[in-house]
């Protein structure tokens, strides 16, 4: 991965090494899973393809001054999330698993 100029940080898209993935699927959310691929598979009936169904939510981390990662109000993040789900009537994502992620 490049090295981060966490000073300048753009607005947008920044590749990875790494991201995480949670299903739903049967009415719960399944494992969490670490993944390297920077695609996902999509059905091609999807809604948010046919209907504009989707959400997205930004997450800040900063570096301290110590050099430690910290989030910035991540349970406002989540809780921001799951209300545009539940607007949109979309399964909302338990905190514990979103904060795991």
């Known amino acids: 991965m490049q090295?981060?100029?966490?000073?300048?940080?753009?607005?947008?898209?920044?590749?990875?090494?790494?991201?995480?993935?949670?299903?739903?699927r049967n009415g719960s959310w399944g494992k969490i899973e670490v993944?390297?691929?920077n695609n996902i598979n999509i059905h091609m009936a999807a809604t948010c393809l046919h209907?504009?169904?989707?959400?997205?939510?930004?997450?800040?981390?900063?570096?301290r001054a110590d050099g430690e990662v910290?989030?910035?109000r991540p349970l406002e993040n989540i809780r921001?999330?799951?209300r545009s789900a539940e607007r949109?009537?979309?399964p909302t994502i338990p905190e514990d698993i979103a904060l795991d992620c």
């Open 88 to 90: 949109m009537c979309l």
């Open 80 to 82: 921001r999330m799951n």
């Open 51 to 63: 209907y504009g169904q989707e959400g997205f939510e930004g997450l800040k981390a900063y570096r």
């Open 3 to 24: 090295e981060i100029d966490w000073k300048n940080l753009p607005f947008g898209y920044a590749d990875t090494d790494y991201n995480v993935r949670c299903y739903y």
């Open 35 to 37: 993944s390297s691929s």
């Open 70 to 72: 910290q989030l910035f």
